[in-house]
């Protein structure tokens, strides 16, 4: 008989670019990990339910029995339903995660929205921890949010809550794939701030990481670093006035440059917010794990498992 020690959840984080699937072990540790393309045989939905299965087996391998599965997507995603009704990056579009994956695996399925659950992991673990209002902005291909008021992530009416990435920034702006003009994703994702780059005469190819090793060196990088972290701020200021949060954490990329990225943000937030103190803006603690993490969260509660305070959290860096 399999001991409750060799019980696991696994975890999927579905991205534009990969899908990246988890084993986790009872103490909240990555077990295991797998990495596909998204567009596997130019099919994502094939190539989800792939890695599914194949990271079923592979827990079954290693001695674990999973309990259930979360499958996080970006986009617009029905929770309740288990249905990711669009993903522009994905192709999805009224897509039954909930009830492919189940047939496929025989396992309980918690399906959700990326940057929901990465806040659902920086509230239990991470740089939100103990905290029932906050903001997390995973800054990635694209920019969404973690909306959580009373300790819980807010949906919204449609389950677009957070989409702040489509928030106009600069009315009239430069075009974004959504239609329209002046968009925060435009210019503050890490996918945006690459393509600015190029086209202003940037080095084709640069990633934000290359871009902010080049700020001091090279003006066009200046010039899209500034830019976007005056777009951030502002934006920042709008959710700030809007919804108080007593901490906004930011992830992604862009967040990795750490205070060369923090700090102009913060005087843009401090900036556009004249009469009142801005809330903290830390860095998330789980980094590029964090939207993994949450579904493994989803996963252990749709299970009836226990989610302790601080279950998952990121184990310290050695040094």
């Known amino acids: 008989m399999t001991q409750p020690e060799d019980q696991c959840v696994l975890a999927v984080d579905v991205g534009g670019t990969t899908i990246k699937g988890a084993v986790v072990g009872e103490d909240g540790r990555r077990r295991h990990t797998l990495t596909v393309p998204s567009r596997a045989d130019d099919d994502p939905v094939k190539a989800v339910r792939s890695l599914c299965v194949q990271l079923r087996d592979d827990a079954l391998d290693l001695g674990a029995t999973p309990a259930a599965i979360g499958v996080v ?186 205070e060369l990225f923090f700090d102009p943000v913060r005087d843009a937030l401090r900036a556009a917010l004249a009469w009142r103190t801005p809330p903290p803006v830390l860095r998330s603690a789980f980094g590029a794990q964090a939207a993994q993490i949450g579904a493994a969260v989803l996963a252990r509660r749709l299970a009836g498992l226990s989610v302790p305070d601080g279950w998952g959290a990121p184990e310290p860096e050695e040094g």
């Open 73 to 258: 997507t970006p986009g617009l995603v029905d929770e309740t339903n288990g249905v990711v009704r669009y993903a522009a990056n994905l192709r999805f579009r009224n897509v039954p995660l909930r009830a492919l994956v189940g047939d496929d695996l025989g396992l309980p399925v918690a399906v959700g929205h990326d940057a929901r659950a990465a806040g659902v992991a920086e509230a239990v673990a991470g740089a939100a921890r103990g905290l029932d209002n906050f903001l997390l902005l995973p800054l990635g291909t694209g920019i969404a949010a973690a909306v959580v008021v009373h300790g819980e992530p807010v949906p919204g009416a449609t389950g677009s809550a957070g989409e702040v990435g489509h928030m106009p920034v600069h009315p009239g702006g430069e075009p974004c794939s959504c239609g329209q003009r002046g968009c925060l994703e435009v210019y503050a994702s890490a996918g945006g701030l690459a393509r600015r780059y190029a086209r202003l005469g940037g080095t084709p190819g640069s990633d934000s990481r290359a871009i902010a090793d080049a700020v001091a060196t090279d003006p066009v990088a200046a010039v899209v670093w500034n830019d976007a972290t005056q777009a951030l701020g502002t934006a920042l200021a709008t959710l700030t006035l809007t919804l108080d949060p007593a901490r906004i954490v930011l992830g992604g990329g862009l967040a990795d440059a750490g």
